[in-house]
């Protein structure tokens, strides 16, 4: 296969798809209409990309695409629709920054607390201010609040316990249950997360669902001088809330997802809004970019693209439905011989059974198979008949799912 990376990837992961006989074209640095024009000229079967937006442009540049690898976790970089519609699958690599991420989060609630960038620029500057920068309220038995406990909220809950901080958290998926096994205070609400900490760390997916999850309401109901981070995505949180809230009850707020970030990897003309206030530090999306979550990443999309070679199974898979439309499973078991399952397909066809899924099962030896397709229709004995009449067609029969 052709694999086209056009962000920073692992040497090591392309080397890896080299030496399984792909052909790799690296090209980091394509964007807009750049990847646009790579994709039409060298037409890949697979992308990988990292922080690379792919639009509609891109999709239809290519028609030979058939696999898009996000090289790291969210995916709403991606037309993950487009893609759905055009046939295109679209894989993550879940989990494995996590740990970069949560050290991050970390990074940034200690430099809250102890003002460390402010004295670090201070001490430049040729000033000594211990006067200014003495106190603080410390972290130990305050609460942290988390909404979101995928994999990287249970890291903040690995290092929480190291700094004697007790967790609250608040997830769509999590039950007291899974609450209790972590150790952590289950929230029914993510205002009630708002309401009992004194730090709120926010590690969820970017979906509409999740859009100023963070918001007015939520701002509101946080605690005086309490702390927010948020190493997710900045549409999840409402900059403008946070804004009036600085002041308003002294909240502090440290992002490294910053509302309007730059595509560009540098650029020297670009002001935050929210850069100039003494509570609020900002850094620059990099909660994965650690040299480990790097190449643990880039070995991840390898995997997932070196099985799609093998299997035409897609690890990580985002884009498949939960659920199709089938309405009944037909079952046919018969001898393993070329054409069989082309005459059944045939039949359905002639029927108007749309097929959903389809798998066929090889029994030991090689001999007989099970095929089971799942369709949208209604199923009759004639058509059922003569699915059975077919040449090499031991049984068939077809059930309500």
């Given at each position: 296969?052709?694999?086209?990376?056009?962000?920073?990837?692992?040497?090591?992961a392309?080397?890896r798809?080299?030496?399984?006989?792909?052909?790799v074209?690296?090209?980091?640095?394509?964007?807009?209409?750049?990847?646009?024009?790579?994709?039409?000229?060298?037409?890949?079967e697979?992308?990988?990309?990292?922080?690379?937006k792919v639009?509609?442009?891109?999709?239809?540049a290519?028609?030979?695409?058939?696999?898009?690898?996000?090289a790291?976790a969210?995916?709403?970089?991606?037309d993950?629709?487009?893609?759905?519609?055009?046939?295109?699958?679209?894989?993550?690599?879940?989990?494995?920054?996590?740990?970069?991420?949560?050290?991050l989060?970390?990074?940034?609630i200690?430099a809250?607390?102890r003002?460390?960038p402010?004295?670090?620029?201070?001490?430049?500057?040729?000033?000594?201010n211990?006067k200014?920068y003495?106190?603080a309220?410390?972290?130990?038995?305050?609460?942290?609040?988390?909404?979101g406990?995928?994999n990287?909220?249970?890291e903040?809950?690995?290092?929480?316990?190291?700094?004697g901080?007790?967790?609250?958290?608040?997830?769509?998926?999590?039950?007291?249950?899974?609450?209790?096994?972590l150790?952590v205070?289950?929230?029914?609400?993510?205002?009630?997360?708002?309401?009992?900490?004194d730090?709120?760390?926010?590690?969820?997916?970017?979906t509409?669902?999740t859009?100023?999850?963070?918001?007015?309401?939520?701002?509101?109901a946080?605690?005086?001088?309490?702390?927010?981070?948020?190493?997710?995505r900045?549409?999840?949180?409402?900059?403008?809330?946070?804004?009036?809230?600085?002041?308003?009850?002294?909240?502090?707020?440290?992002?490294?997802?910053p509302a309007?970030?730059?595509?560009?990897?540098?650029?020297?003309?670009?002001r935050?809004?929210?850069?100039d206030?003494?509570?609020?530090y900002?850094?620059h999306?990099?909660?994965?970019?650690?040299?480990?979550?790097?190449?643990?990443?880039g070995?991840?999309?390898?995997?997932?693209?070196?099985?799609?070679?093998?299997?035409?199974?897609?690890?990580n898979?985002v884009?498949l439905?939960?659920q199709?439309?089938?309405?009944?499973?037909l079952?046919?078991?018969h001898?393993?011989?070329?054409?069989?399952?082309?005459?059944?397909?045939?039949?359905?066809?002639?029927?108007?059974?749309n097929v959903?899924?389809m798998?066929?099962?090889?029994?030991a030896g090689?001999e007989?198979?099970?095929?089971?397709?799942?369709?949208?229709?209604e199923?009759?004995?004639d058509?059922?008949?003569?699915?059975?009449g077919?040449?090499?067609?031991?049984a068939?029969?077809?059930?309500?799912?």
């Open positions: 296969m052709k694999i086209l990376v056009a962000d920073s990837f692992s040497p090591a392309q080397e798809l080299r030496m399984a006989g792909h052909t074209i690296a090209e980091p640095a394509l964007k807009g209409d750049a990847l646009t024009a790579a994709l039409a000229e060298h037409a890949p697979v992308l990988v990309v990292r922080s690379t639009t509609p442009a891109d999709l239809d290519s028609p030979g695409l058939e696999l898009i690898v996000r790291g969210g995916v709403d970089t991606i993950v629709d487009g893609a759905s519609r055009r046939g295109v699958f679209v894989a993550n690599c879940p989990g494995k920054n996590a740990a970069a991420v949560a050290e989060a970390w990074g940034l200690l809250m607390d003002r460390i402010d004295n670090v620029a201070t001490a430049r500057e040729g000033e000594w211990k200014e003495a106190g309220r410390g972290l130990q038995g305050r609460t942290l609040g988390l909404v406990m995928g990287i909220g249970q903040m809950v690995r290092r929480a316990k190291g700094f901080m007790p967790v609250v958290a608040w997830s769509r998926s999590l039950t007291p249950a899974d609450a209790a096994a150790g205070h289950y929230a029914e609400t993510p205002l009630d997360v708002a309401r009992q900490s730090v709120v760390s926010v590690h969820v997916a970017s509409p669902q859009r100023h999850l963070v918001g007015r309401e939520f701002v509101g946080m605690r005086e001088g309490a702390f927010l981070v948020n190493t997710s900045a549409d999840v949180v409402d900059e403008e809330a946070v804004a009036a809230a600085l002041d308003a009850k002294g909240l502090a707020f440290a992002t490294d997802v309007g970030e730059p595509q560009a990897k540098q650029t020297g003309d670009w935050y809004p929210l850069a206030h003494p509570r609020v900002v850094t999306h990099v909660g994965a970019s650690t040299d480990e979550a790097t190449e643990a990443i070995q991840e999309a390898a995997r997932v693209i070196l099985t799609y070679a093998e299997t035409g199974r897609v690890e898979g884009n439905a939960d199709t439309p089938a309405t009944h499973l079952t046919v078991r001898l393993d011989r070329v054409g069989v399952l082309a005459g059944v397909l045939g039949e359905m066809r002639e029927a108007g059974w959903q899924e798998e066929n099962l090889i029994f090689a007989a198979a099970s095929a089971r397709i799942r369709f949208d229709g199923p009759d004995e058509t059922l008949d003569r699915i059975r077919l040449e090499h067609v031991i068939a029969k077809a059930i309500a799912l």
